[in-house]
């Protein structure tokens, strides 16, 4: 039982970090665009999220007459469980981790990019033209932003010597923080987490003027219940690696306080510049967000890593 222990604390912060995250979206929104967010369900509507998921699940699974069944079922499976895997491997304290790898971050990577296959699976299995060129779309983006981002993270790890970048930085102090020593990288990695989930203004996979709800369009049910888990699961494991790899990890300057704590409140703050983001910045059309991608986040991180290359050869 003691073995579960961590597992269960893990499940438990993550559900929990999902609802906060969830209503303070909706919050800010609300504020953002004067008017009443959520109020009934719970204190200050709290519950809402957790309203919603029930609804859900009762609601009657759909299939398309003309679609693959195995596909379509199979899809948000894996866009859920490939988001989940990333929290294995986030270090939340010293030495509370599932799996300590020497090259988790990387792994995460490699995760991360499972999702947009799920995602290309539910569109191609609903039949539907929407669906289909939603799948592509989130295909095509996972590619563009994922390499910058591996690139970013490639620059730390140059930086640190080592592929353990928390332990890496675990000695400095709040000046030795990779947001101070890879100010570029951090841009881009912020840019390219951005794009990865999906958020506006990069929500082209299911952009609702466009493609009714991209490759969601024909799910009902608790199937669409889990797309939407997987989104905000992703925002919320993005937010902690930008903590973990550019702001210190659990090494916090602030005494009294803890990494967990520290992590709610850059998950706020993440959320907030989302948030705002998404109700004051347009969508980009697709050409303009692959050259967004190819054209000027991938040289910027390339030059980034030969730059961060050159400074380690020339101090040996």
């Given amino acids: 039982l003691w073995i579960l222990a ?38 200050l509507g709290v519950l809402q999220a957790l309203a919603d998921g029930t609804k859900l699940l009762f609601k ?10 195995r596909l379509f079922s199979i899809g948000p499976a894996i866009a859920v469980v490939s988001t989940l895997l990333s929290y294995s491997v986030i270090p939340f304290a010293y030495r ?17 990019s499972i999702v947009p296959i799920g995602l290309l699976m539910s569109g191609y299995g609903s039949n539907n033209k929407y669906s289909f060129l939603g799948g592509l779309r989130a295909a ?52 390219s987490s951005l794009a990865e989930c999906e958020r506006l203004p990069f929500d082209l996979p ?3 003027e466009e493609l009714v ?22 925002l919320l494991v993005s937010s902690l690696f930008v903590t973990v790899l ?9 005494p009294y306080i803890f990494m967990t704590e520290f992590l709610e409140i850059n998950n706020v703050g993440r959320v907030f510049g989302i948030t705002i983001a998404r109700w004051t910045l347009p969508r980009l059309r697709m050409d303009q967000l692959l050259n967004l ?13 030969l730059l961060t290359t050159s400074s380690q050869l020339l101090s040996l």
């Fill in 6 to 43: 961590p597992i269960l604390t893990l499940v438990l912060g993550i559900t929990i970090g999902v609802l906060v995250i969830v209503w303070l979206e909706r919050e800010i929104s609300a504020g953002l665009q004067q008017r009443i967010g959520p109020e009934y369900a719970g204190p």
């Fill in 60 to 69: 009657e699974n759909l299939f398309p007459s003309r679609g693959d069944t």
């Fill in 96 to 112: 509370f981790v599932l799996s300590d790898l020497s090259m988790g971050v990387f792994l995460w990577i490699a995760i991360s």
């Fill in 140 to 191: 095509a983006q996972s590619i563009s932003y994922e390499i910058p981002l591996t690139l970013c993270v490639l620059s730390i790890s140059l930086r640190a010597i080592r592929f353990d970048i928390v332990e890496a930085q675990s000695k400095y102090g709040f000046w030795g923080w990779n947001l101070w020593r890879q100010p570029i990288g951090f841009i881009i990695f912020l840019i």
């Fill in 206 to 208: 299911e952009a609702e």
């Fill in 213 to 234: 709800a991209g490759y969601q369009t024909e799910y009902s049910g608790i199937k669409f219940g889990l797309f939407y888990v997987a989104s905000y699961l992703n």
């Fill in 246 to 254: 550019y702001l210190g990890g659990w090494n916090i300057f602030i």
């Fill in 293 to 305: 991608g190819w054209k000027f986040l991938l040289p910027i991180s390339l030059g980034n890593l």
